[in-house]
Each structure stands twice: as structure tokens, then as C-alpha cells.
């Protein structure tokens, strides 16, 4: 080897180096920012699996800074590449990729006998409108297909920042509509009895979704019989409730990232997203009718037991507001809808996360139901925090409050 050849890799070598360590460096800081409280199931682990994440992330804004790929791009490239793994389909299941009025979806049939018409589920995975897709909730689904003996129509809808609201919440009723339509005659599927669901903002898809096909409702097509709602994100008014004060950094959901998703799916204006964090997009007439539902009062003890500090009510700015306004609209904040609209709900099911950000807003959504004499069953996970139901059947990457989750899941889907 001559010497110019022994510079060039002695070169390339220490910046490959020089990278890794800033890379390092960089997910120890961001590491240090995490809060994993100690009842947290496997908190090492969490560790671990946030670490991950947020490299993925640090190489991705890398690599966007020098022009070589977006970092979004990057995320769920690395996400499909070492996160996504499809295993065989089992024996007693059969597995379609389709489309349903030009939208993806993937098809769950389970192949044993039936006895009459199969029970339906319409799922939209989570990622905060920004991530996931059909693969990454393929072994959720297939297990609520088996252990349920349900079809299940998994969709993939648009992302942001590519596409904004109202894209993904259009391609969700498109694809739902298009099966109640074609339920029983392709599929042999009881259009009556089939429900709507999702994880985190697929879990906000399906309750928006149910509001407005309620709202549209023309007598030609059914509503949803049931809404399955796992860990949702259903309001953008208050960032300050209980549980985003108590698990504001707890991996792998913080509270600002919460907000940042929020405006992705709005418009990509990360300008204020500190107002938004703070509260004064909240117009002063509207603040009593959101007090009234989402006050902590409204909160089971339990959910005050590790501390809360009432904020002080922050000065309205209507330039915020109008940079954001679509969001405290029902359809992508539902937890704010008029008594007419969640009175109109099916029978819901919804899950929590006692160390979740979210944790609230479903429970506060469950109160609403209640209060309006809908059927509501809650499932509550004292151990696990957002995104658990991801980690199902993934093996050193699991986390054994999954299994609960979709268990939970499966029971409830039995009923309907």
C-alpha cells in the first residue's frame, strides 16, 4: 500500500470516527434529558429502546444537515429496515395487500370456520401522523385476527409533512367506507359489526372518525359498531394536564414532542410550538367549555398522587391561534367535541398508560362517554408507558405490558 492510500483511509477512518462520537455524544445529552420512573416494566431496557430511537433520530438530522437524505426519510427507511420484520403468515390466516378506493390497506382473514357473518376491525396505526405504517402494526394485527377470529383491515394512509390535515383523516373514511360497502359480499363480513381502532394518533383517526360518519350519517352505510382507542391523542388545548406534567420525559413520547406532532399534522410551523406548549392558542371565550372537561378534577386520586401544579392561566395570542386553529376543531382534537357529537358515540374501548403523557386525555375522554351514558371499557396499565403495544412479538425488543394491551384488545373485540 503507498503512503497516499494509507492517508485516505487514516482519513476516512478518523472522520468515521469523529462521527460516531458526535453521534454518541449526542444521544448520552439527549439521554440525560429522559425521566423513567421506577415503576416503569424493564426501565433498562426502555433505556435501551430509547437510546435507539433517538440516534435514528441525531443520524437522521446528520445526514439531512449535509444534503444526503431527508431525516424523516431516514427514520422510517431505518424503522422498515431493523424494526420491521414480517414472519411468515401462520397456518389459519390468510393475508391480502389491497386497496380500498386508492387507499393501502392490508387484509387479516382469519381462514377457521365461521358460523354466519365475520365481526370486522378497521385499524390505524400510530406515529404521530408522521411515522408507522401497515408493517409496523402487522403483528398486532395479526394477533387481534387469530385470537378474535375477526378480519381486520389495516390502512395505510398519507403522512406528513408530505400530506397535512385532513389527508390522513379522508384516506381513513375512504378505506373504512369503502369496506362497509364490500364487507359482506368480498369479505363475508357483517357491516354491523364492524369497529374502527388505532394506537396513539391512529387511536385519534378512529375517534374523529366516528364523529364525523356520525355526523354524515345518510342511512346508507353503517356507523362503526365499536371504537377501539389505545393510548390516544384526542385534544391539542392543554399540554399542562397531570400526566404531561408527570411524564414529560418519559421515553419514548415527551410532552414537546407530542406538540411537534401535532403541528406536523397541521401545517409544519414548529414556530409555535412553545406558545402551544404554554397554552395561549386557547381563546379566552372557549377556555370555561374546555376547563369544564378537561379539568384534573375530572381525574380519577390516583392520577394526582405523583404531583401537579395548577398553571397559571396564560394571555391569549391570536396569532397563534390562527396558525393553529384547525387543531382544537373535533376532528383532530375529539376530546373537545360538542355533548350532540360524543352522545352520537359507539361503544368504546380505551386503554391507558399510567406513564404517558396521553394517559389523560383518554381518561378524560372516558368521562365524557360516561357522563353521556355511553359504554365505555377501560383498561389501565400501571406499569408501561406510550408506545408499549408496538413492542408486541418483538422479541429482545418487547416489553410485557404488550401482551396485556392487545389481550385487552382481543377480549373486547369478542363482544361485539
Known amino acids: 500500500m503507498d503512503i497516499g492510500s494509507a492517508i485516505l483511509i487514516i482519513g476516512f477512518a478518523a472522520l468515521f470516527a469523529a462521527f460516531l462520537l458526535l453521534v454518541i455524544g449526542l444521544v448520552f445529552s439527549e439521554l440525560t434529558n429522559s425521566d423513567i420512573p421506577r415503576g416503569v416494566a424493564n426501565r433498562w431496557k426502555l433505556h435501551a429502546v430509547h437510546g435507539l430511537f433517538v440516534g435514528t433520530a441525531i443520524v437522521g438530522r446528520i445526514l439531512h444537515r449535509l444534503g444526503i437524505c431527508n431525516q424523516v426519510g431516514y427514520i422510517r427507511w431505518f424503522m ?24 393501502p390497506v392490508r387484509v387479516y382473514e382469519p381462514t ?20 408507522g405504517s401497515i408493517d409496523s402494526v402487522d403483528g398486532v394485527c395479526r394477533h387481534i385476527a387469530m385470537k378474535s377470529n375477526t378480519t381486520v383491515v389495516s390502512v395505510g394512509f398519507r403522512l406528513a409533512p408530505e400530506h397535512r390535515y385532513p389527508a390522513q383523516l379522508d384516506d381513513c373514511e375512504a378505506a373504512t367506507c369503502h369496506f362497509l360497502s364490500v364487507s359482506e359480499a368480498e369479505f363475508g363480513v357483517d357491516s354491523h359489526r364492524v369497529a374502527v381502532g388505532g394506537d396513539s394518533t391512529g387511536a385519534n383517526l ?13 342511512g346508507h352505510l353503517p356507523s362503526p359498531c365499536a371504537q377501539v382507542l389505545i393510548y390516544p391523542a384526542l ?22 414532542r407530542m406538540a411537534f406532532y401535532f403541528l406536523q399534522y397541521l401545517s409544519g410551523d414548529m414556530s409555535v410550538c412553545q406558545d402551544v406548549l404554554e397554552g395561549i392558542h386557547v381563546p379566552t371565550e372557549v377556555r370555561p367549555r374546555y376547563k369544564e372537561w378537561l379539568s384534573p378534577s375530572n381525574l380519577p386520586p390516583e392520577c394526582l398522587a405523583r404531583g401537579f401544579r395548577e398553571k397559571p392561566t396564560p394571555e391569549y395570542d391570536g396569532q397563534v ?27 368504546t374501548f380505551i386503554l391507558t398508560c399510567e406513564f404517558d403523557v396521553l394517559r389523560d386525555d383518554g381518561i378524560l375522554y372516558r368521562k365524557r362517554l360516561l357522563d353521556l351514558k355511553r359504554d365505555v371499557t377501560w383498561q389501565h396499565l400501571t406499569d408501561a408507558s406510550h408506545g408499549v403495544i408496538n413492542s408486541f412479538n418483538q422479541g429482545w425488543l418487547g416489553f410485557p405490558p404488550a401482551l396485556l394491551a392487545v389481550d385487552g384488545v382481543v377480549s373486547f373485540v369478542k363482544t361485539l
Open 235 to 256: 385534544q391539542m388545548a392543554d399540554f399542562n394536564l397531570p400526566s404531561y406534567q408527570q411524564n414529560h420525559a418519559v421515553p419514548i413520547l415527551f410532552r414537546a
Open 80 to 103: 422498515a429496515w431493523f424494526l420491521t420484520r414480517l414472519k411468515p403468515v401462520p397456518v389459519g390466516l390468510r393475508v391480502k395487500d389491497l386497496k380500498f378506493s386508492e387507499v
Open 206 to 218: 378512529a375517534a374523529a372518525l366516528c364523529q364525523r360518519l356520525a355526523r354524515r350519517e345518510d
Open 321 to 347: 391561534y390562527h396558525a393553529i386553529k384547525a387543531g382544537l376543531e373535533p376532528e383532530v382534537s375529539p376530546l373537545l367535541a360538542d355533548d350532540a357529537d360524543i352522545e352520537n358515540s359507539p361503544p
Open 112 to 131: 377457521a370456520v365461521c358460523d354466519g357473518l365475520r365481526r370486522g376491525l378497521v385499524y390505524f396505526h400510530g406515529g404521530g401522523w408522521v411515522l
